[in-house]
T-cell receptor, first 115, second 113 residues
Framework: AQKVTQAQTEISVVEKEDVTLDCVYETRDTTYYLFWYKQPPSGELVFLIR??????QNEISGRYSWNFQKSTSSFNFTITASQVVDSAVYFC????????????FGTGTRLKVLA | EADIYQTPRYLVIGTGKKITLECSQT?????MYWYQQDPGMELHLIHYSYGVNSTEKGDLSSESTVSRIRTEHFPLTLESARPSHTSQYLC????????????FGPGTRLTVL
């Protein structure tokens, strides 16, 4: 069975602080894909990143960075120098062959960045 | 990045009415999906399609139905709306072959009174 756990329901930080959103997954597939999406108050889901299980290199995109560790089945997301516009719900998702590549979403983490 | 459009963005309707939520994409993606999401909560897959004339039910049971007559169009219909249908409905699409990244539309917030 596949599962994604986002244990942090809600996080509040003050602007310019760094914040890390945790994502832990379970799968028996040897090849799988992990995703992060942002859902601002307007409601749409915005794609942020996709990572496959064979690529454990960390990735940085501006203030965003992702740490993928197969040993701990984690795919954590860090926002550096957070801004009010980062306030949103962030979802982690898993896709693999055993689930016919349908997404398994975590329950989301609500991030509030206070001015 | 896909261009996906959903209409209406907001809909308030009375119990018993028939409604159709529209979803269209302009990227020629074969796969399309409908998710249901209560505010700030996890997403649940209710329908998906891998191509024209192909539709499947998702993991969450839903009283809605879908059709896929054209590649770009994937409407969702509720024959008789009820207050329990109040939710946000998100449409997504992705290219073949798997695995693929899903791109989402802006969503429809449905309120049934």
């Amino acid at each position: 069975a596949q599962k994604v756990t986002q244990a942090q329901t809600e996080i509040s930080v003050v602007e310019k602080e760094d914040v890390t959103l945790d994502c832990v997954y379970e799968t028996r597939d040897t090849t799988y894909y992990l995703f992060w999406y942002k859902q601002p108050p307007s409601g749409e889901l915005v794609f942020l990143i996709r990572r496959n299980s064979f690529d454990e290199q960390n990735e940085i995109s501006g203030r965003y960075s992702w740490n993928f560790q197969k040993s701990t089945s984690s795919f954590n997301f860090t926002i550096t120098a957070s801004q009010v516009v980062d306030s949103a719900v962030y979802f982690c998702a898993l896709s693999g062959r055993s689930g016919t590549y349908k997404y398994i979403f975590g329950t989301g983490t609500r991030l509030k960045v206070l001015a | 990045e896909a261009d996906i459009y959903q209409t209406p963005r907001y809909l308030v309707i009375g119990t018993g009415k028939k409604i159709t939520l529209e979803c269209s994409q302009t990227m020629g993606h074969d796969k399309m999906y409908w998710y249901q999401q209560d505010p700030g909560m996890e997403l649940h897959l209710i329908h998906y399609s891998y191509g024209v004339n192909s539709t499947e039910k998702g993991d969450l049971s839903s009283e809605s139905t879908v059709s896929r007559i054209r590649t770009e169009h994937f409407p969702l219909t509720l024959e008789s709306a009820r207050p329990s249908h109040t939710s946000q409905y998100l449409c997504a699409s992705s290219e073949k072959p798997s695995p693929d990244t899903q791109y989402f539309g802006p969503g429809t917030r449905l309120t049934v009174l």
